[in-house]
């Protein structure tokens, strides 16, 4: 289908492309294995100018916003969802700070995150604090021109491997949902240090860390926003980062799709190639549909962010992030079934595929949580009217 | 430092057929790419730049669809590019080419060192390269697999060889032939690409260089291509065994038969 990108657009697509074809598919199985981060990787993606698409030109970015952030985002999954999260995690981290970071903040934290020598993560989640944020633990207290952080932060995506963490934290445990705030945390701050390190079903190429802060003392300059909007702005962040979990999966589920069709053309049972056989015809076809429907979705989603229509944007991007995730699970699923045997095997790509897909129904709300939020929207407007 | 990089578009040989019948090239649906040891001298033309400064022109003879692979120079780092387009250049050899090519360089002035591909991957010559640093009387290194070193208007090189590589200084200017082991070339970045796209490319014409008509294009060829074909896979050879004695007396029986 015809998206109608622009010339800027096509050419970050056929860049992300090459990138993949060249330097990422190659490795995928690897790192699947040894669970090495993908540094290598990160220095082509950071000479080529791929950090900063979605960040402002006067912070040395490229001017892009979510839509090429998802461009990039779905070309790297189609061969390594994991290797992938290295770039789509650390804008997560970064979108608080284009959101609501001071003047200050965004020119101290973004040139650097634009030219792809700093990586970023964000840390909500914590042992006791999944899906439900407002139970979390870590708090932040203040003490003359620094807030003290106690706490842990745990399966945080680019833990240990970013320099920049944004992190939720409580500054007033009785306020509940109004009582947290986000700071940004530097690597290498006293007091800040790395626990467990996950070891994983899928995108193994990503690092999944706990973060530990004991009497980790941040300057209260490095606060996001006012104190008490951690909640909102994290809300925010997700309504922002939907999308782009949505375009990790179409991209987990094209590279399944094309494996799957290339195979079924290749393999022969019954003396002639499946792909002749109406039952993996069918299977083609549905998969095809499904993909091009999500991507839609998140194309109309990620543009209608870029152009700052807001209104219905929690709805519109959970959406986006449910439906793409679960045609992700469905499509490498039945791209398994598609190659059979050998699809049960790592020595071909679509087991891997399909254990990478899992992870965008859970993170960054799980898809039952992305319903919560769909119904309790779509309440909230048919009541108004 | 002033660089040049001569470069040429070639179809994607992984693609390309030859028509069993007419003996000419399937060009059809076969994408044009810059040729592939090109995309080496282009690297290191734009490393050396980047590590003594100065500017990287890159240079190519060949239709107006050209363009494309000098932007993608461009859009690696090169600084200008220049394409030299003519009818009259049609069906030149690798001496017009050379020729026609080193004229073009003259025109360009102040250059230190030229580099090339080895060879390119339609023609597999490796003559272009050392003809224009004929032309233009200046020294050639072939088979550059390292430039160790450019100061005091010398460059040393190291050269591939069968054996192993020599170590060559040479005066500049000079006109360098570079292999795959030389450098693994940049994937263009995003600025690159965009840069590549406004840029003003220098367009040439017989007229605009100072040519002698009878060195240029068919006229000036004094070979031609008279048949293109896939050679039949080479037939398999034939083991014999038993005691040395007896296998020698075959060997020069068979050798004799076949009248060596
Ligand atoms: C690989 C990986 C990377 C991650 N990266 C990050 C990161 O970078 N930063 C970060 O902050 N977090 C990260 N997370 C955390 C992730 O966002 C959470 O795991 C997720 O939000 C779910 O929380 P939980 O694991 O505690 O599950 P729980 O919240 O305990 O959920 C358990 C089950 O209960 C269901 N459930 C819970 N509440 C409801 C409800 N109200 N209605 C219906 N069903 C419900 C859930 O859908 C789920 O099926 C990551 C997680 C993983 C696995």
């Given at each position: 289908?015809?998206?109608?990108?622009?010339?800027?657009?096509?050419?970050?697509?056929?860049?992300?492309?090459?990138?993949?074809?060249?330097?990422?598919?190659?490795?995928?199985?690897?790192?699947?294995?040894?669970?090495?981060?993908?540094?290598?990787?990160?220095?082509?993606?950071?000479?080529?100018?791929?950090?900063?698409?979605?960040?402002?030109?006067?912070?040395?970015?490229?001017?892009?916003?979510?839509?090429?952030?998802?461009?990039?985002?779905?070309?790297?999954?189609?061969?390594?969802?994991?290797?992938?999260?290295?770039?789509?995690?650390?804008?997560?981290?970064?979108?608080?700070?284009?959101?609501?970071?001071?003047?200050?903040?965004?020119?101290?934290?973004?040139?650097?995150i634009?030219?792809?020598?700093?990586l970023?993560?964000?840390?909500?989640?914590?042992?006791?604090?999944?899906?439900?944020?407002s139970?979390?633990?870590?708090?932040?207290?203040?003490?003359?021109?620094?807030?003290?952080?106690?706490?842990?932060?745990?399966?945080?995506?680019?833990?240990?491997?970013?320099?920049?963490?944004?992190v939720?934290?409580?500054?007033n445990?009785?306020?509940?949902?109004?009582?947290?705030?986000?700071?940004?945390?530097?690597?290498?701050?006293?007091?800040?240090?790395?626990?467990?390190?996950?070891?994983?079903?899928?995108?193994?190429?990503?690092a999944?860390?706990?973060?530990?802060?004991?009497?980790?003392?941040?300057?209260k300059?490095?606060?996001?926003?006012?104190?008490?909007?951690?909640?909102?702005?994290?809300?925010?962040?997700?309504?922002?980062?939907?999308?782009?979990?949505?375009?990790?999966?179409?991209?987990?589920?094209?590279?399944?799709?094309?494996?799957?069709?290339?195979?079924?053309?290749?393999?022969?049972?019954?003396g002639?190639?499946?792909?002749?056989?109406?039952?993996?015809?069918?299977?083609?076809?549905?998969?095809?549909?499904?993909?091009?429907?999500?991507?839609?979705?998140?194309?109309?989603?990620?543009?209608?962010?870029d152009?700052?229509?807001?209104?219905?944007?929690?709805?519109?991007?959970?959406?986006?992030?449910?439906?793409?995730?679960?045609?992700?699970?469905?499509?490498t699923?039945?791209?398994?079934?598609?190659?059979?045997?050998?699809?049960?095997?790592?020595?071909?790509?679509?087991?891997?595929?399909?254990?990478?897909?899992?992870?965008?129904?859970?993170?960054?709300?799980?898809?039952?949580?992305?319903?919560?939020?769909?119904?309790?929207?779509?309440?909230?407007?048919?009541?108004?009217? | 430092?002033?660089?040049?990089?001569?470069?040429?578009?070639?179809?994607?040989?992984?693609?390309?057929?030859?028509?069993?019948?007419?003996?000419?090239?399937?060009?059809?649906?076969?994408?044009?790419?810059?040729?592939?040891?090109?995309?080496?001298?282009?690297?290191?033309?734009?490393?050396?730049?980047?590590?003594?400064?100065?500017?990287?022109?890159?240079?190519?003879?060949?239709?107006?669809?050209?363009?494309?692979?000098?932007?993608?120079?461009?859009?690696?780092?090169?600084?200008?590019?220049?394409?030299?387009?003519?009818?009259?250049?049609?069906?030149?050899?690798?001496?017009?080419?050379?020729?026609?090519?080193?004229?073009?360089?003259?025109?360009?002035?102040?250059?230190?060192?030229?580099?090339?591909?080895?060879q390119?991957?339609?023609?597999?010559?490796?003559?272009?390269?050392p003809g224009?640093?004929?032309?233009?009387?200046?020294?050639?290194?072939?088979?550059?697999?390292?430039?160790?070193?450019?100061?005091?208007?010398?460059?040393?090189?190291?050269?591939?060889?069968?054996?192993?590589?020599?170590?060559?200084?040479?005066?500049?200017?000079?006109?360098?032939?570079?292999?795959k082991?030389?450098?693994?070339?940049?994937?263009?970045?995003?600025?690159?690409?965009?840069?590549?796209k406004?840029?003003?490319?220098?367009?040439?014409?017989?007229?605009?260089?100072?040519?002698?008509?009878?060195?240029?294009?068919?006229?000036?060829?004094?070979?031609?291509?008279?048949?293109?074909?896939?050679?039949?896979?080479?037939?398999?050879?034939?083991?014999?065994?038993?005691?040395?004695?007896?296998?020698?007396?075959?060997?020069?029986?068979?050798?004799?038969?076949r009248?060596?």
């Open positions: 289908m015809d998206y109608l990108l622009t010339e800027e657009q096509v050419m970050l697509r056929d860049l992300c492309r090459q990138i993949t074809d060249e330097k990422i598919t190659p490795i995928a199985a690897q790192l699947d294995k040894s669970e090495e981060f993908p540094w290598e990787v990160v220095k082509v993606m950071a000479e080529s100018d791929i950090f900063g698409v979605y960040i402002e030109e006067k912070y040395g970015g490229m001017g892009g916003g979510l839509l090429e952030l998802c461009i990039a985002t779905e070309e790297f999954s189609r061969g390594c969802a994991g290797i992938a999260l290295a770039f789509s995690a650390t804008a997560l981290g970064t979108d608080p700070i284009l959101l609501f970071g001071s003047e200050e903040q965004k020119e101290k934290y973004l040139p650097s634009a030219a792809g020598k700093r970023a993560a964000f840390a909500i989640t914590e042992p006791a604090a999944g899906s439900d944020a139970a979390m633990q870590t708090t932040a207290k203040k003490d003359g021109d620094h807030y003290i952080l106690n706490g842990t932060k745990h399966f945080i995506t680019n833990g240990g491997e970013a320099e920049i963490y944004t939720v934290a409580m500054t445990k009785d306020r509940g949902a109004r009582g947290a705030s986000i700071f940004i945390v530097e690597k290498g701050t006293p007091g800040f240090t790395f626990g467990k390190k996950e070891d994983k079903l899928g995108i193994r190429g990503s999944t860390r706990e973060l530990i802060f004991t009497d980790c003392r941040v300057p300059e490095n606060m996001i926003g006012k104190e008490g909007q951690g909640f909102l702005i994290a809300m925010k962040t997700f309504d922002m980062s939907r999308p782009g979990i949505g375009a990790q999966a179409v991209g987990i589920a094209q590279g399944a799709f094309e494996a799957s069709v290339k195979y079924a053309k290749e393999r022969k049972q019954f002639k190639s499946i792909s002749s056989f109406q039952g993996i015809q069918f299977m083609l076809a549905d998969m095809a549909t499904q993909i091009e429907a999500a991507r839609a979705l998140i194309y109309a989603s990620a543009r209608q962010i152009a700052g229509s807001t209104k219905t944007v929690s709805k519109d991007s959970s959406m986006a992030k449910l439906f793409a995730s679960d045609v992700a699970m469905k499509v699923t039945d791209a398994v079934q598609i190659f059979g045997g050998y699809g049960y095997m790592k020595e071909y790509p679509v087991e891997k595929y399909m254990r990478d897909a899992k992870i965008t129904q859970i993170y960054e709300g799980t898809n039952q949580i992305q319903r919560n939020i769909i119904a309790l929207n779509l309440i909230k407007e048919t009541s108004k009217s | 430092m002033n660089i040049i990089v001569c470069i040429k578009q070639v179809p994607d040989t992984t693609q390309v057929r030859i028509d069993p019948v007419t003996n000419t090239l399937i060009r059809e649906g076969v994408q044009s790419i810059i040729n592939p040891f090109d995309m080496y001298a282009i690297e290191e033309g734009v490393r050396l730049k980047e590590k003594y400064g100065g500017k990287t022109t890159v240079i190519s003879m060949g239709p107006p669809q050209a363009d494309a692979a000098l932007r993608e120079a461009i859009s690696m780092g090169c600084d200008e590019a220049c394409l030299v387009s003519d009818r009259a250049f049609a069906g030149s050899d690798t001496l017009a080419t050379g020729y026609t090519l080193a004229m073009a360089i003259r025109k360009l002035k102040d250059y230190d060192i030229i580099l090339c591909g080895k390119a991957s339609d023609g597999d010559t490796a003559q272009v390269g224009i640093a004929t032309q233009l009387d200046i020294p050639q290194v072939t088979y550059v697999k390292k430039i160790e070193d450019v100061k005091d208007n010398h460059a040393t090189v190291e050269r591939m060889t069968e054996e192993g590589f020599e170590i060559v200084r040479t005066s500049l200017p000079c006109l360098l032939t570079v292999v082991e030389i450098n693994e070339p940049r994937i263009p970045s995003l600025k690159g690409r965009m840069k590549a406004k840029a003003e490319i220098l367009s040439w014409k017989a007229i605009d260089l100072d040519l002698e008509e009878e060195k240029l294009g068919l006229k000036g060829s004094p070979t031609w291509v008279s048949k293109i074909f896939t050679p039949p896979p080479r037939p398999k050879g034939h083991i014999l065994e038993g005691d040395p004695e007896e296998t020698t007396t075959k060997i020069i029986e068979a050798l004799k038969d009248l060596i």
